[in-house]
Nanobody, 125 residues
């Protein structure tokens, strides 16, 4: 069964950093656009960032621009989300997802066919 597995979440103080990883099992990530999404309690899932198949194009939500960086290492079949200057409002479950062709609205979840199980990120003092 094709799988995405996130890791790297945890508890961090405001202003701290975390790096999330998204690793693929049984398929090649370089054939897919990868998106990071997050969902806080009581809120809808929202797009955080996405990266093109070759890694040459990235998009960020306004709320994380300048603080988060998405990257991919196709040789390791892994996509990363480096999160700096974390704020309490970044607290959520973070998911990575894969699609061969994303919508023109990059944060539209419908084209994403493979999803990880999520990793919890909590920003609190």
């Amino acid at each position: 069964q094709l799988q995405l597995v996130e890791s790297g979440g945890g508890l961090v103080q405001p202003g701290g950093s975390l790096r999330l990883s998204c690793a693929a099992s049984k398929f090649t990530l370089e054939d897919y656009v990868i998106g990071w999404f997050r969902q806080a309690p009581g809120k809808e899932r929202e797009g955080v960032s996405c990266i093109s198949k070759g890694g040459d194009s990235t998009i960020y939500a306004d709320s994380v621009k300048g603080r988060f960086t998405i990257s991919r290492d196709n040789a390791k079949n892994t996509v990363y989300l480096q999160m700096n200057s974390l704020k309490p409002e970044d607290t959520a479950v973070y998911y990575c997802a894969a699609t061969r062709f994303r919508s023109s609205i990059w944060s539209d979840t419908r084209p994403y066919v493979y999803w990880g199980q999520g990793t919890q990120v909590t920003v609190s003092s």
